[in-house]
């Protein structure tokens, strides 16, 4: 595994959630926490990052997660630069690390990397040079380590802990990403209840999640949790083997209003877009009172620019 | 339809100038103008639009609106993010709106949309928080609020009059975003003499633009115009039905020196762009003396500059 | 040719170097190198070109040419717009002279444009108005100034002379107008053994590179040079006519270790990039100690911001 820290233990690197400390998770949510305003206030801006160029390396389409580096690069004074690389099908190997020597060459040194092949980022951190960070923005199904990140954030904005909470995440844990980077971040900072819940085709296999309970009913997931993550299920993916249709899904593991009572009566409802309302969540629990779904949005940008300003050792 | 009016009466969105007043118009004419530079000089900047962030969200191909808007954005120290977004096509409604309200939550807090389909800029500006504002920049076949303006204004520089002006449209009426707000510019400014001319197969139902006379021949619209303003021939429509092909549409529709000179002496002679040179237009009446196209782009650029200005309560 | 020098004899387009002085050629060197620094230290920035307005248009794939004129133009201050317009395919003649136009109108005032076709830069610089300037990035087979000057660059770096340099230029010499733009350069400034070795289908008509020798084999032309500089193969034209496959070609023409050996112990290599590794070069001569190729990239903003910074008059 890459390491991230340099040798000073400063974050150099934010490729996983999974082998930071508590204490290092923690420094990060507090910074990020200082760079959140509310709807209808400015961002914050700074010049901290000026002189510093994020170049944006998205192989998998994504809106949300590059427009909000994009914003989080530029509200710090950053130049920020869109490439539509296809790092991983077009080119492989060497030739896929020419392209970041060269970006590298036109001193850009923060590489933001998005791709659906296991490994790219971490490659790619391995040889850049040493004054240059990588950051993961989605790494095939293993990391998404900001989301995790925002996930903790938006968690500890209602709760103001960790300890004690009961957490359900719900839906095709087996292939997410954030699931896997929810599990790292909550399991660090000690959530001690920690549930998975999925039909078996979508359950993880037994060595992971490990702290987990494991649920193949929705309701015994729900019952009491502080929070009720649910992801979204990837409909190319449906009606293969045992998958049920989406009317089947919704009605076995749709979040309604009527199942989301099962849990705390100040449960919050998570989910990481893009949703399918009436498929894997209602839609008028999506929008309703205990949806922090937006906030998670909003928290997605605080995030971005407290990674960038810490592993650009800068003071914003 | 939308309200575009704060409670206190200010501008908050931009969709239609139909429902908009003489004097809003004027004011924002006004303002335009003073954004205005000659070719050559460096274009007017300012940093009051700083902290503000407005995303492009483009969902038909436009070059140089997206650029004119973007370029407005950046000149008032704004700062703009552009996206492929498939709006109407991909998504429908809600998940449309999860889309607006996800760049909502990143502190956007002005959204630029073009849409093929209608309704997708109202349904968005009914939607999103009181801080924000969202302005058109091309609804389907309705409305194109700047382009209106920047046509007005490009009138206003060379006549410094509407009353009195007689100002024919031609071309496929039927269809044109242009040619409506081009209308509820002209028609509340005060021009009395409004012609619209089109092969019958192009021309609007008669319940709209009802206070323009109708022409089914281009000299009798073009005798005695001050402003002559020339439509794109959508090609792909062309040939169907009882449409002529290009050339029988040239020989009947086409302006050409010799008909433009039935026009006043200094008619002015103006178009939207892309044009089809040999189409509608002759090239030589294109880039000729009375030509203000490219009035019409530049004062595009300082027209939503102004509009930006205006919503945002900035003061360049 | 158009001209590219005002009245004053001050450089107001960049097509070619073909008809650049030395001297000119010299001060944009020396001006190049102001704006160099070492990888890991910040990019030189400043406001010289603040107001000013630059867009690529780029007709043809580059992800390295776009991002490094990009960047150049950002960090000395001016507003930077990227277009996917296809000038060369999708229009032709005067309505790709009409988005130009269009573009001027909106304040633009420099081109930055790549073209497969012959003349598309030269057209438009004779359209534009006096104040605009349009670099070439790229034009067909025939130049690619800024590259041309990137390598200048890179060879006085290392060597701090050109007089008395053997240079070697290999491979597809034909279809390469990096070929031809470093050939210019080199030739005016004074490096009198100038070689270009290439398999007889790949060499160019007798009539271009008259003061240059031939080398129908590779170990003629690396024999005592100073500077090898490798060009890429286009598989796309591999395996026609009397070409050899990737293999075949490597056999010949790769530059390997124990060819590189037959160049002068300080010779550097040199390769524009993208590389095909293990076609012309062998991956442990790409990343050897005498290759400059990151050097290159480096150098290649640094004459990026130079030339903006020489066309648009700017004191940076």
Request: include cysteine; proline fraction near 5%; aromatic fraction near 4%.
């Amino acid at each position: 595994m890459t390491e991230q820290l340099r040798p000073d233990g400063s974050l150099r690197h934010l490729l996983t959630l999974e082998t930071l400390t508590r204490s290092q998770i923690e420094r990060l949510l507090e910074r990020s926490q200082s760079f959140v305003r509310p709807l209808g206030e400015s961002p914050p801006r700074s010049a901290a990052l000026a002189g510093r160029t994020v170049a944006n390396l998205f192989t998998e389409p994504s809106t949300r997660t590059r427009v909000s580096f994009e914003l989080a690069a530029k509200r710090l004074g950053a130049t920020a630069v869109n490439l539509e690389v296809q790092l991983s099908s077009r080119v492989k190997g060497e030739s896929m690390l020419d392209t970041v020597y060269t970006l590298q060459s036109l001193h850009v040194d923060t590489f933001v990397i998005r791709d659906a092949q296991p490994g790219v980022p971490g490659l790619v951190a391995t040889h850049v040079a040493p004054h240059v960070s990588v950051l993961s923005a989605g790494e095939a199904h293993l990391s998404h380590p900001t989301q995790g990140l925002l996930d903790a954030l938006t968690v500890y904005q209602r709760k103001q802990r960790f300890a004690g909470l009961a957490i359900a995440i719900v839906g095709d844990i087996r292939h997410s990403r954030v699931a896997r980077s929810a599990w790292h971040a909550f399991s660090r900072l000690g959530v001690s209840d920690l549930r998975i819940a999925a039909p078996a085709a979508l359950m993880p296999d037994a060595e992971e999640f490990q702290d987990c309970s494991r649920h193949t009913q929705l309701a015994s997931a729900l019952r009491g949790a502080d929070v009720v993550m649910m992801l979204r299920i990837q409909r190319e993916r449906m009606g293969a083997a045992d998958l049920p249709e989406d009317e089947e899904y919704f009605a076995a593991w749709g979040l309604t209003a009527e199942r989301l009572a099962l849990a705390r009566r100040d449960a919050i409802v998570m989910h990481p877009q893009p949703m399918n309302r009436g498929i894997e969540i209602a839609s008028d629990v999506a929008d309703g009172p205990q949806s922090v779904i937006r906030d998670q949005v909003r928290n997605g940008v605080a995030v971005r620019m407290a990674v960038l300003a810490e592993v650009l050792g800068a003071h914003a």
